[in-house]
């Protein structure tokens, strides 16, 4: 699977941006109380202009900016709900001291062989009754066909960050065109911050490939042993590439044990086609201060 590659943007062409002479006044400069500013104002311009900066040519403003939105784009994801949600069930679990009660049946055949010796009972043959509830694991698909700068690109980082901070260590994060690109597999362990920072990277080129990006999501989901399955698509859903051996996308959507699809608004018909046809939640966004309500509406 590929990994994500960043395109670089001139200052000359960052400039077309409304607020981008207030965020950068000078080459290699970054204001962050413009920033802010400008992010009460209008937060959808603002967050596309963030995401525009990481792949400026100036190497000094693009660090600053990569900087800047891994911790805006967390923080903004902080802000919806990041708990899992399901009910609760006893299960025997290894001892840990602040797991729980001991499980005396589990238990009680290192405690006789301990006694039978006259040794201490050793911690790792010990087994507790805990309340726990259901793991969810989440791969969430990003298009990247066509037009992916701007916008679709603050749209996606957000929507990365908050995925990964409802499932830190059991999530994965796939763009797809014509091919699957991994900015996170279900079983790299990788930083919230590091995750963000490949989806910015992300520039929009060819095709789009419905169907072979859930064949990926359901291949990384055949990774965790979680409870719950969740794919998330980000997509209007306009297949242009017939992947996947040719394969309708409904076909695969059915098989997963839940999809979510979330389309731009306006260019939402065929994404809601989809998701009608397959039983799938549905939702849209006008732009990435949007997208952690509409995952909290999914979702939850």
Known sequence: MQEARRKTTSRRELAQRPDFEQISPEVGELDEQAMEEALSDDPDETLTTLAELTGATDPALREHARRLAGRLFLDLARRGPSRPRGVGRLRTERFRPDGGDIDLDASLPAIVDARASGSAVDPDELFVRAWSTPDTAFCLLVDRSGSMGGRPLATSALAAAAIACRAPDDHSVLSFGKDVVAAK????????????????????????????????????????????????????????????????????????????????????????????????????????????????????
Request: glycine share 8%.
């Open 185 to 300: 597999s279900q079983d790299a362990p990788r930083s919230i911050e590091i995750v963000v920072d490949a989806v910015l990277a992300l520039r929009g080129f060819g095709t789009t490939d419905v169907a072979g990006a859930l064949l990926a999501a359901e291949e990384q989901l055949a990774r965790t042993n979680a409870a719950r399955k969740v794919t998330v698509l980000l997509s209007d859903c306009r297949t242009t590439e017939l992947g996947g051996g040719d394969i309708d996308p409904a076909d695969i959507a059915r098989r997963l044990d839940e999809l979510v699809v979330i389309a731009p608004d306006g260019e939402h018909d065929e994404a809601e086609a989809l998701a009608l046809a397959v039983g799938a939640r549905f939702a849209t966004v006008e732009g990435p201060s949007g997208i952690v309500a509409a995952l909290t509406a999914t979702l939850d």
